[in-house]
């Protein structure tokens, strides 16, 4: 039951629209990434420096991750069995007296099921919050880089960084780091679903 109820649904919510958003998502970055070299081949190459940072929070993201949505997949599993099992064995449960340890071992499955819950939301509120200030962080060197290479007037590749372009790049790197961000909440479902094909 727990099988139906719970790890199929969590494939189809996968399966249903997130490989639309993966798509757009790279399509999008793809395309920002060629204006940005239009604009400025210097700081559309200092921007790339995401990309690295990027694969090691997907690899961070998945190691930790895997092992808690595996632990919360197990404790949903252990609190659908235990209803089922109470509601199914009502009668026999209530002929042997044993209320109290049917109701204790709901409420022990439960706890597990909230704490592994606690955790994944816990790591969640970490990493996200730390890919922010990377970006932000990312911005104000470009920004800088973009500045310095202004007021010495240098030429990179030929092209001047002017005022204008500095100002067209920053407005479009927001769009360059959205579709970073949101693989990074794509990975979340990705790593709940693989943890749910674990236990078809």
């Known amino acids: 039951m727990s099988i139906?109820?719970?790890?199929?649904?969590?494939l189809n919510q996968l399966v249903g629209g997130q490989?639309?958003?993966?798509i757009t998502s790279i399509v999008g970055l793809i395309l920002t990434i060629f204006i940005m070299f239009f604009l400025s081949p210097y700081l559309a190459l200092l921007s790339?420096?995401?990309?690295?940072?990027?694969?090691?929070?997907t690899y961070l993201f998945r190691k930790v991750a895997m092992g808690l949505?595996?632990?919360s997949r197990k404790t949903i599993g252990s609190v659908t069995s235990s209803i089922q099992e109470n509601i199914a064995g009502a009668r026999v449960v209530q002929s042997y007296g044993q209320e109290n340890k049917a109701s204790t071992e709901f409420d022990e499955a439960n706890t597990?099921?909230?704490?592994?819950?606690?955790?994944?939301?816990?790591?969640?509120?970490t990493i996200f919050p730390l890919i922010s200030l990377v970006t932000t962080l990312l911005t104000a060197g470009i920004l800088l880089a973009g500045g310095f290479a202004e007021l010495g007037n240098i030429y990179?590749?030929?092209?001047?960084?002017?005022?204008?372009?500095?100002?067209?790049?920053?407005?479009?790197?927001?769009?360059?780091?959205r579709p970073f961000m949101t693989l990074m909440q794509i990975q979340e479902m990705i790593a709940a679903a693989l943890a749910a094909s674990d236990r078809i």
């Open 4 to 10: 139906t109820t719970n790890d199929v649904n969590q």
């Open 19 to 22: 490989f639309v958003s993966i």
């Open 156 to 177: 990179v590749f030929g092209i001047p960084v002017t005022v204008g372009v500095l100002t067209a790049f920053i407005s479009i790197l927001g769009q360059f780091f």
């Open 48 to 57: 790339l420096v995401i990309f690295p940072i990027f694969f090691f929070f």
């Open 112 to 125: 597990a099921n909230y704490n592994a819950m606690l955790k994944i939301r816990k790591f969640m509120a």
């Open 69 to 71: 949505f595996k632990e």
